[in-house]
């Protein structure tokens, strides 16, 4: 196969799709206390998505039965849901899932592979997990691109036009590239994904599993325009992490020079668990999930900051429907919906 992909772009996630994937809580070992919530959630979910479009799903041959009941009695549509005999160590397919690669001219789909190593080796094992774009790229019968790049899913954020975001503490930490620069990442991110530019922030959210992912704090809602969180109290931890992303995002431009619209959302309030592994969970609406004429959106029992939210991401998103979850049920685990799954274009 060829080193690079040829004349492909990375669509945006707004843009029509043919399926979300999802890997399914089949080890408790990597969440012994929400295993058995986590289960009831992904039924939920994956039943919801089935709704609009294909929902494949990873998990060992002995779940399946399992999954189908799960679904069923969410009334899903068995008929649109397809699910692969593939043990996943953890839930996260956002990160380790398949990114998927659209050629210009002829529409045609391609799978992306890159390293993967459990945000810098926080979280063996993750053999499995490293697997899954490859039985994806069989399953699929598709062409698949690797790279030598360490990189995750939540860890990038692209218009589809050609810009794509991400953050310096991520892609340039010693523990997942190392002697990497950021000319480097840049030149081979381009090359993968047919990019004109990447744009850098700094770092991201307290309680953040993975370093700093951007899909907890910057979102692309429009070839131009993005979802910005920020915190107003000075002296939450995260004031001066989201002031710097928002100050660099004023140079943020279009492929073509054009300037790109902010639109700015308040974070949720801090959220904190008693005898945790996480002191401050990761909550942000940023983290959301879009399916075809859907918007899936985390939310945390606060009513006034969760009516807001929805009221700013609805309007972004006109015309979709929109379903909310109970954002705790996955940041005890350190994600939300968005890390959950990952989008097939069409």
Not at 209 to 221: A, E, I, L, P, S
Request: aromatic residues 8%; charged residues 30%; glycine residues 6%.
């Amino acid at each position: 196969m060829s080193k690079y992909p040829e004349n492909y772009r990375l669509p945006a996630e707004f843009e029509p799709q043919e399926a979300t994937w999802l890997s399914w809580p089949a080890n408790k070992e990597s969440c012994p206390k929400t295993y058995l919530r986590l289960q009831d959630k992904f039924g939920e979910i994956a039943s919801n998505l089935a709704r609009y479009q294909r929902v494949r799903i990873c998990a060992p041959a002995s779940m399946h039965m399992g999954i189908k009941l799960s679904i069923a009695d969410n009334e899903g549509d068995l008929s649109q849901v397809d699910i692969y005999d593939h043990a996943t160590n953890d839930v996260w397919a956002r990160d380790h899932g398949p990114i998927f690669i659209k050629h210009n001219e002829t529409g045609k789909v391609a799978i992306t592979h890159w390293k993967f190593n459990a945000w810098g080796g926080k979280f063996p094992p993750f053999d499995q997990d490293a697997l899954v774009p490859e039985k994806a790229a069989e399953w699929l019968k598709m062409e698949r691109f690797t790279s030598d790049l360490v990189l995750e899913g939540g860890a990038i954020e692209c218009n589809g036009a050609g810009v794509l975001i991400t953050t310096e503490a991520v892609m340039l930490d010693p523990n997942r590239n190392p002697g990497k620069t950021k000319a480097d990442v840049e030149a081979e991110l381009k090359k993968m994904f047919g990019l004109k530019s990447v744009f850098w922030l700094n770092k991201g959210i307290e309680g953040d599993d993975t370093g700093g992912h951007v899909d907890d704090m910057v979102r692309w809602v429009r070839e131009d325009a993005v979802l910005c969180m920020v915190e107003s109290k000075e002296n939450d931890p995260n004031f001066k992490i989201l002031k710097e992303n928002r100050e660099r995002l004023n140079d943020l431009r279009t492929a073509d020079g054009g300037k790109v619209e902010i639109i700015e959302l308040e974070m949720p309030n801090a959220m904190e668990v008693k005898d945790w592994r996480l002191e401050r969970l990761p909550a942000s609406y940023a983290n959301f999930m879009l399916a075809n004429n859907a918007l899936l959106l985390p939310t945390f029992k606060q009513k006034k900051k969760d009516a807001i939210a929805e009221e700013v991401i609805c309007d972004l998103f006109p015309g979709r429907e929109l379903t909310t979850y109970d954002g705790k049920d996955f940041i005890m685990e350190g994600g939300a919906l968005h890390c959950i799954s990952m989008h097939q274009p069409k």
